[in-house]
């Protein structure tokens, strides 16, 4: 079933040059961008996505660390979607990532961990909502 899932490559990933590293795991994966969108988040933007993470102890750093530098965002269409970017990207914390998986090869820590995937439906139709209008979604 063709679905879609919004993806976010984090600010250490853009530091470190890793756009295309990771925009073409995407394309090489049957992941097809449909929206790219590259700016700096406010740490209120942090805020409002990260929203459902608001208790967790470490919601103020993760969104001081979002709001830190440019990121890319994009929805990415295909077959599966928000399971196969899960899988693409690997465990949060790098350390546990399954070699060959984006947090594997460009995360630090399991702060610091290069990417965001949404985790179901539900979530990617609120995440991808947050940044673009229906307008600005091709395909
Ligand atoms: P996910 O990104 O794999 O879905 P979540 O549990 O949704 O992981 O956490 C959101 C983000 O918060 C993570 O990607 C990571 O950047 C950060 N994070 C998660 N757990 C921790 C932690 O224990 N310490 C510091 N940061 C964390
Ligand atoms: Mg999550």
Same mark, same amino acid.
């Given at each position: 079933?063709?679905?879609?899932?919004?993806? =976010? =490559?984090?600010?250490?990933?853009?530091? @470190?040059?890793?756009?295309?590293?990771?925009?073409?795991?995407?394309? &090489?994966?049957? %992941? *097809?961008?449909?929206? =790219?969108?590259?700016?700096?988040?406010?740490?209120? &933007?942090?805020?409002?996505?990260?929203?459902?993470? @608001?208790?967790?102890?470490?919601?103020?750093? %993760?969104? *001081?660390?979002?709001?830190?530098?440019?990121?890319?965002?994009?929805? %990415?269409?295909?077959?599966?979607? =928000? @399971?196969?970017?899960?899988? %693409?990207?690997?465990?949060?914390?790098?350390? @546990?990532?399954?070699?060959? &998986?984006?947090?594997?090869?460009?995360?630090?820590?399991?702060?610091?961990?290069?990417?965001?995937?949404?985790?179901?439906?539900? &979530?990617?139709?609120?995440?991808?909502?947050?940044?673009?209008?229906?307008?600005?979604?091709?395909?």
């Amino acid at each position: 079933m063709s679905e879609r899932t919004l993806a =976010i =490559i984090k600010p250490d990933a853009v530091k @470190k040059n890793a756009i295309g590293d990771i925009m073409g795991r995407y394309e &090489t994966s049957g %992941l *097809t961008p449909v929206a =790219i969108r590259m700016m700096q988040f406010s740490k209120s &933007t942090a805020e409002g996505f990260y929203a459902v993470h @608001k208790a967790r102890p470490f919601f103020d750093s %993760l969104c *001081t660390f979002m709001s830190s530098g440019p990121v890319v965002v994009v929805v %990415l269409q295909g077959n599966n979607a =928000i @399971k196969k970017h899960r899988e %693409l990207m690997g465990a949060t914390d790098p350390a @546990k990532a399954d070699a060959g &998986t984006i947090r594997k090869a460009h995360g630090a820590n399991i702060e610091f961990n290069a990417v965001h995937g949404s985790d179901s439906p539900e &979530t990617a139709q609120f995440e991808i909502a947050y940044f673009f209008p229906a307008m600005e979604i091709v395909g």
